[in-house]
């Protein structure tokens, strides 16, 4: 997925984070609005972990060709 998804998602978070501490009704308003908050870093981190999963994908296939286009030239 796109970066911007994350950012979106994390943004999300931290607007409900503060809705639900400034104007939750329940005895544990503030313990609810703490847990959603902690949300966004998860989003981030999520999103930085994808990132990178996809970059090392992407070299790893770059390795292959590389190694194929080198020993296919060899054999000729």
């Known amino acids: 997925m796109k970066p911007v998804i994350y950012f979106t998602g994390a943004g999300i978070s931290i607007l409900l984070s503060i809705y ?4 939750g009704t329940t005895a544990n308003h ?3 609005a703490i ?3 902690l949300w966004a ?3 981030i981190g ?6 990178l999963i996809n970059i090392l994908d992407e070299m790893c296939c770059a390795h292959k060709r590389i190694e194929d286009r080198q020993t296919h030239q060899r054999e000729k």
């Open 35 to 37: 847990f959603v908050g």
């Open 20 to 23: 639900l501490f400034l104007f």
């Open 46 to 51: 999520i999103g930085i972990f994808t990132t």
């Open 41 to 43: 870093p998860t989003i």
């Open 30 to 32: 503030e313990n609810m």
